[in-house]
């Protein structure tokens, strides 16, 4: 068997820095294999992407355990070494779609992946 497919993605752990960050909010580092792997893998130009991983936090459990460990509005999450994000409590589609975009903006990035696909056909110019 292929050493990849062992890598669980509901293996992980939480490790909370006891120290504040400036403006009083706090960091979170998750660690797992399969979930770091899986961020890794994820093209966060594109809005699609980035909702699959929010996916795959609910689904695993990380977000419940995030939590648990006393996450609050505005705190720092890492993931492993690969990268980090701020916890919004708000995980409503406008709230995820308004923070891809300001990361994007951020990162002098413009928008790709779309919010209908296929195009119509009269968009197309009708071909």
Excluded: C, H
């Excluded at 669980?8 to 403006?23: M, Y």
């Excluded at 699609?48 to 995030?66: D, P, T």
């Excluded at 509005?73 to 690969?82: I, Q, R, Y």
């Amino acid at each position: 068997m292929w050493y990849y497919l062992q890598a669980r993605i509901d293996k992980f752990s939480i490790e909370a820095d006891p120290n504040q960050l400036p403006g009083g909010t706090r960091l979170f580092i998750v660690r797992g294999e399969a979930v770091e792997r899986f961020a890794q893998m994820t093209n966060w130009d594109y809005y699609e992407a980035v909702k699959r991983f929010q996916r795959v936090l609910e689904v695993s459990g990380i977000n419940e355990a995030l939590k648990a460990a006393g996450i609050a509005a505005g705190d720092t999450v890492a993931l492993g070494d690969l990268g980090e994000f701020v916890w919004s409590d708000d995980q409503s589609e406008a709230a995820a779609y308004g923070a891809w975009l300001e990361d994007m903006a951020s990162r002098g990035r413009t928008r790709q992946g779309g919010s209908k696909w296929p195009t119509p056909k009269a968009a197309r110019g009708g071909y």
